[in-house]
């Protein structure tokens, strides 16, 4: 059974950084690529951030360009959203799924898959 488990989410002060993680069981983590999505209270799902296999090739949404980087750790099972520059904006519930192949410019929540149960991030102004 495949799980993916998100942590490191939290309340920081604007400008702050945080450090997401997930890890995923039950799967060969290398095959897949991953990504980062982002609920926000009352919005939908958007796509934050994508990597390929290898972690060679990425994609980020347009308003998260420069202050977050997404990486990955396949020895470890472990996907990575480094967060920077926070803004009271960035306030969501952060998810990490598994998409089949990476998808060059754009992210789309309709291909990804094995949904993990979301971490906390609060950026206080």
């Known amino acids: 059974e495949v799980h993916l488990v998100e942590s490191g989410g939290g309340l920081v002060q604007a400008g702050g950084s945080l450090r997401l993680s997930c890890t995923a069981s039950?799967?060969?983590?290398?095959?897949?690529?991953m990504g980062w999505f982002r609920q926000a209270p009352g919005k939908g799902r958007e796509g934050v951030s994508s990597i390929d296999f290898g972690g060679h090739s990425t994609f980020y949404a347009d308003s998260m360009k420069g202050r977050f980087t997404i990486s990955r750790d396949n020895a470890k099972n472990t996907l990575y959203l480094q967060m920077n520059s926070l803004k009271s904006e960035d306030k969501a519930m952060y998810y990490c799924a598994l998409d089949r192949v990476f998808r060059y410019g754009v992210i789309r929540e309709a291909d990804f898959h094995y949904w993990g149960q979301g971490t906390q991030v609060t950026a206080s102004s």
């Open positions: 039950g799967l060969p983590f290398d095959d897949y690529a």
